[in-house]
């Protein structure tokens, strides 16, 4: 076996540190540098119960009604966008009217919140951003 030279040694260790620095750097910036979005949050009951905060019992029946909701929106989207959008959008109003009519329009506006995260999301994608 050959032993290896120390140029040869000395360049791999640094190719090493240029790859193993590149890769901390990535980390840091996905990690640290790079906040996410202010409305990135998910579409879940515990989401929402922070923005219009809804009292357990609340979550409770909203989690209910959502769970009871899914296999509507489910069926629908393997027909088709339009079949989805109808039903997303028929959940949307049976979730609006179990709220409290004090609360509703915080709502509306966690919806749009998402909605516009969403169409960010779908434009980066399409961009490549």
Known sequence: MRKMTDKARA?????????AGMALGIVVDRALL????????????????????????EAARLRTL????HTG?????AEGPEALRAA???AHR???ESLDPGVRPE?????????RHMMRRMHADMTGR
Request: proline share 7%; glycine share 8%; net charge negative.
């Open 94 to 96: 049976r979730i609006e």
């Open 34 to 57: 790079t906040p996410p979005p202010a409305d990135a949050g998910a579409l879940t009951v515990e989401s929402l119960a922070d923005h219009i905060d809804l009292s357990p019992a």
């Open 11 to 19: 360049a791999g260790a640094g190719a090493l540190l240029v790859v």
């Open 107 to 115: 709502f509306r506006g966690w919806l749009e919140q998402h909605r």
């Open 73 to 77: 929106v489910m069926a629908a989207a």
């Open 66 to 69: 959502l769970d009871s909701l």
């Open 88 to 90: 997303t959008q028929a």
